[in-house]
């Protein structure tokens, strides 16, 4: 296909983390790179982990170092950047590349404005939370006036935001996992060893950022439960924040800091959940986390909250078991029941492997997100 005829877009993206966002997006990209019918380029606000991620693909990649320039100066940058290129679509993922770069499109003159949404805003408190109803309500007026599709990673954000009616084109286009070059089946007894795990003990696990719209707090209390109810456990917490602290804190507090193991961040995360027996996932709040898909095309049952996107991942009962959040009670004892009953788990793990084969693969993503991009052009 010649290079007239192809679809030029320019993803715009802060890339400050290697989280859920960010994963998804080198996910995305990863499958859109293998179609003719695109041209990709990339802005990132940060260098980094995603930066190599995306450079690796063979996408070009600009770094406008937002710790050096600051908005106003980033606002300019994009501006003559998009000025310069022959996009016709800028897609952006979080609110300050959308506040950003989608006015800088359209002053540009650049025909189409794409926005993904990978979860609804988290719950802070005080000057935190102000900033965050600052920004929501610029970025509503950035919506409406340059932005013309909006993609939610769930059915709760695509509703939120067809009920807010700023932008006419809202679409549910959920995260999709990679399934290829996935690791071989492990030594997952050796995995244990290496963490300290005995062979009878049950490896309850779960991997993420370390921060309060985790629920890791009450995951720790579930588990001070479980260990008072004489259950042989052990607690394997992968991932680092800013509550990492407080955490390890709390656990002392407990009395439980020998049965749980703080990991922090591991780039063999895959591995380390073909050790678990059971996932836990007691997010406050979620879009469609990569980390529960992961968990699941590890064959590995889940134990999360009924809260966001993940009821559309998980049918309680079925690929795992859906509990109230903050209810660590209601967490302890069915995590217990998946303890006393492996092959119950065992099962789970099946069927949640088998629903991320058949429903949440990268490259049906990357189908709906490369056919609403022809939508678009075609619809001028």
């Given at each position: 296909m010649s290079q007239v005829n192809r679809i030029s877009v320019c993803h715009v993206a802060v890339g400050d983390l290697w989280a859920g966002a960010e994963v998804q997006l080198k996910v995305l990209l990863s499958k859109l790179v293998l179609r003719p019918e695109l041209n990709l380029s990339v802005i990132l606000f940060n260098g980094g982990r995603l930066c190599k991620e995306i450079e690796a693909l063979g996408v070009p990649v600009t770094v406008f170092?937002?710790?050096?320039?600051?908005?106003?100066?980033?606002?300019?940058?994009?501006?003559?950047?998009f000025k310069q290129s022959n996009a016709k679509i800028i897609h952006t993922h979080k609110y300050k590349d959308t506040i950003l770069a989608a006015p800088a499109a359209k002053l540009c003159g650049i025909p189409y404005v794409v926005r993904t949404v990978?979860?609804?805003?988290?719950?802070?408190?005080?000057?935190?939370?102000?900033?965050?109803?600052?920004?929501e309500s610029i970025e509503r007026t950035v919506h409406r006036w340059c932005v013309n599709s909006i993609i939610g990673v769930s059915s709760q954000i695509e509703r939120r935001y067809r009920a807010e009616g700023a932008v006419s084109r809202v679409v549910c286009i959920r995260n999709g996992i990679d399934l290829d070059g996935r690791p071989t089946p492990v030594d997952r007894n050796r995995i244990r060893r290496d963490l300290g795990v005995d062979t009878g003990s049950c490896l309850i696990g779960t991997v993420g950022r370390l921060t309060p719209v985790k629920g890791l707090s009450y995951l720790l209390q579930s588990i001070s439960i479980l260990l008072r109810q004489r259950a042989n456990v052990r607690l394997l917490i992968v991932g680092d924040g800013v509550i990492r602290k407080d955490l390890e804190a709390q656990a002392r507090d407990l009395g439980i800091s020998e049965n749980v193991v703080f990991l922090g961040h591991r780039e063999d995360t895959e591995e380390l959940l073909?050790?678990?027996?059971i996932f836990v996932l007691p997010s406050l709040n979620e879009g469609i986390p990569m980390a529960l898909l992961e968990a699941m095309a590890a064959s590995r049952a889940v134990v999360a909250s009924r809260v966001g996107g993940i009821p559309e991942i998980v049918e309680d009962g079925v690929e795992g078991i859906l509990v109230e959040p903050m209810d660590v009670n209601q967490l302890a004892e069915n995590c217990r029941r998946l303890i006393e009953f492996p092959e119950?788990?065992?099962?789970?793990?099946?069927?949640?492997r088998k629903r991320v084969v058949q429903e949440f693969s990268a490259a049906a993503m990357a189908d709906r997100v490369a056919g609403l991009y022809k939508e678009l052009v075609m619809s001028r």
């Open positions: 170092p937002e710790a050096e320039w600051g908005s106003g100066k980033l606002f300019l940058e994009l501006a003559r950047k990978h979860g609804l805003r988290e719950p802070f408190e005080g000057l935190r939370a102000f900033k965050m109803s600052l920004y073909q050790a678990l027996d119950t788990a065992m099962k789970m793990g099946e069927q949640a």
